[in-house]
């Protein structure tokens, strides 16, 4: 019986060829003939990142086979401008960053990234309002973070008359704010 299966004749370990950072994910590329293995890394995976010789928790790692990528997050955002030190340690037990082939990653350290991505300095602007009853839902040109404004930070007319706000919600996805009135709006009313 004649086997026709081929044996791999990669030999070459995955090396680090590059890695963006980006708020709280930093991205390190690798070279490889072939893809990474997408086995499930625990915990930093044997990756260790610092910023001006302050650790910043790797908090997991996840490998994208076939970009050959493996990418880290972080227990913070790393700001514009700032520079991070990546280093990597093959664990001696569990999962390790390794090509198809069973190919351990090499091992590097003090890797330099910098965030050059800018930030995002544009406000969101309001684009549309509509009222249903006592709802006054604000919907924003860009997604929203998830910070609840004081009902304070709200001022509401109807007719020329204030009308206060009892309740904020944000639907940061959705883009929206909704504000709860202290009373409904009538149809054909002006703010």
Same mark, same amino acid.
Do not use: C, H
């Given at each position: 019986?004649?086997? =026709?299966?081929?044996?791999?004749?990669? @030999?070459?370990?995955?090396?680090?060829?590059?890695?963006?950072?980006?708020?709280?994910?930093? *991205?390190?590329?690798? !070279?490889? @003939?072939?893809?990474?293995?997408? /086995?499930?890394?625990?915990?930093?995976?044997?990756?260790? #990142?610092?910023?001006?010789?302050?650790?910043?928790?790797? !908090?997991?790692?996840? *490998? =994208?086979?076939?970009?050959?990528?493996?990418?880290?997050?972080?227990?913070?955002? #790393?700001?514009?401008? %700032? @520079? #991070?030190? #990546?280093?990597?340690?093959?664990?001696?037990?569990?999962? +390790?960053?390794?090509?198809?082939?069973?190919?351990?990653?090499?091992?590097?350290?003090?890797?330099?990234?910098?965030? !050059? @991505?800018? %930030?995002?300095? !544009?406000?969101?602007?309001?684009?549309?309002?509509?009222?249903?009853?006592?709802?006054? +839902?604000?919907?924003?040109? %860009?997604?929203?973070?998830?910070?609840?404004?004081?009902?304070?930070?709200?001022?509401?007319? *109807?007719?020329?008359?204030?009308?206060?706000?009892?309740?904020?919600?944000?639907?940061?996805? /959705?883009? &929206?704010?909704?504000?709860?009135?202290?009373?409904?709006?009538?149809?054909? &009313?002006?703010?």
């Amino acid at each position: 019986m004649t086997n =026709n299966t081929t044996a791999s004749s990669d @030999t070459t370990p995955p090396a680090l060829a590059s890695a963006t950072v980006n708020g709280n994910q930093l *991205v390190l590329s690798y !070279t490889e @003939t072939n893809n990474l293995d997408a /086995a499930a890394l625990a915990g930093n995976a044997g990756f260790t #990142v610092s910023s001006t010789g302050t650790a910043i928790t790797v !908090t997991g790692a996840v *490998v =994208n086979g076939a970009a050959k990528t493996v990418t880290l997050t972080l227990s913070r955002a #790393v700001t514009y401008g %700032e @520079t #991070v030190s #990546v280093s990597y340690t093959k664990p001696a037990t569990g999962a +390790v960053v390794q090509d198809a082939d069973g190919n351990d990653a090499v091992d590097f350290s003090s890797q330099v990234v910098r965030n !050059t @991505t800018p %930030e995002d300095t !544009t406000p969101p602007a309001l684009s549309s309002a509509t009222v249903n009853g006592d709802q006054l +839902v604000l919907t924003w040109s %860009e997604a929203l973070d998830n910070v609840i404004p004081a009902t304070t930070a709200f001022r509401v007319s *109807v007719n020329g008359d204030a009308r206060g706000v009892r309740e904020v919600v944000v639907n940061a996805a /959705a883009k &929206t704010v909704t504000l709860t009135l202290d009373s409904p709006v009538t149809r054909g &009313t002006r703010g």
